[in-house]
């Protein structure tokens, strides 16, 4: 299985993203799907969480301006970032598993990671 991470770049403060996390292997739709993300020297952070059921959670730093979602095809899973702050600044990275692995960052796959710089 390999997850591919895409999306990334750089941005003014208040602008948008949209990562895309995209499957081989494995079908994103029967799969509970993890965004995580990880700032230079702090620990990686679990942004938002997709279960196959449809439940979906995020962190509180990012509840109302990140959206995670399925596409319709093509395998993918997205998050949707709006009004971006330099503290958004980070490394991306998906990752699939049971939802108590991915809360605790323990995901069974991993992408490679996208970088997103947002500047001030």
């Known amino acids: 299985v390999q997850l591919q991470a895409s999306g990334g770049g750089t941005v003014q403060a208040g602008g948008s993203l949209r990562l895309s996390c995209r499957a081989l292997?494995?079908?994103?739709?029967?799969?509970?799907i993890g965004w995580y993300r990880q700032a230079p020297g702090k620990q990686r952070e679990l942004v938002a969480v997709a279960s196959v059921g449809g439940t979906t959670k995020y962190a509180d730093s990012v509840k109302g301006r990140f959206t995670i979602s399925r596409g319709s095809a093509l395998n993918t899973v997205y998050l949707e970032m709006n009004a971006l702050k330099p503290e958004d600044t980070a490394k991306y990275y998906c990752?699939?598993?049971?939802?108590?692995?991915?809360?605790?960052?323990?995901?069974?796959?991993w992408g490679q990671g996208t970088l997103v710089t947002v500047s001030s």
């Open positions: 292997g494995a079908t994103l739709s029967i799969n509970n």
């Open positions: 990752a699939i598993g049971a939802v108590f692995k991915l809360v605790a960052g323990i995901g069974d796959y």
